[in-house]
């Protein structure tokens, strides 16, 4: 398992596009492919049609379905999982999820059924501006990852 995160210091500097291209070319060309759509506006997950409320959001909300697409492309499947993309919500949101322990460990176990879904080649991550890897919302992503990746480069 490959993790690819793309990272850009203000939006609408391409990362979503690139992002969505580079999952979509190695799903093209015969890779299972997770995009965890991490951007605040959630472009990706529009494009793929996703228009229900990420996980972050749901997990506050405690209601819908999950917003998760499969698509097969060529030989692949691209899996489009919206974590947020739900505008500012997701620091409210944050907030409420660091507040409360088991809310927290819910997010959690759905998170890692999600990953444990199929066997990905490669995750490509699409992040929000100016995010780095010291911050709550990619920690706490990134540990949920590495346990159920934990050999992942």
């Known amino acids: 398992m490959f993790r690819i ?10 990362k979503s596009t690139i992002a969505l291209g580079l999952a979509r070319e190695l799903a093209l060309n ?15 997950s529009f494009l793929a049609g996703i228009r ?15 917003p998760l697409r499969e698509i097969r492309m060529g030989r692949g499947t691209l899996t489009v999982l919206k974590l947020f993309g739900d505008g500012m919500r997701f ?10 322990p088991a809310l927290r460990a819910e997010l959690e ?33 990134l540990e949920v990852f590495r346990a159920v990746y934990p050999s992942s480069q």
Request: charged share 25%.
């Open 5 to 14: 995160s793309i990272h850009g210091a203000k939006g609408g500097v391409g």
């Open 109 to 141: 176990v759905t998170y890692r059924e999600i990953l444990g879904k199929r066997s990905y080649h490669f995750a490509v991550v699409d992040n929000l501006p100016l995010v780095t890897p010291s911050d709550d919302v990619v920690r706490h992503e």
């Open 52 to 66: 229900e409320y990420g996980l972050l959001a749901k997990a506050v909300e405690g209601r819908g379905p999950l």
């Open 91 to 100: 620091k409210s949101d944050m907030a409420v999820i660091q507040a409360d």
């Open 30 to 44: 015969g890779r299972e492919v997770l995009f965890i759509d991490r951007d605040i506006l959630g472009f990706a």
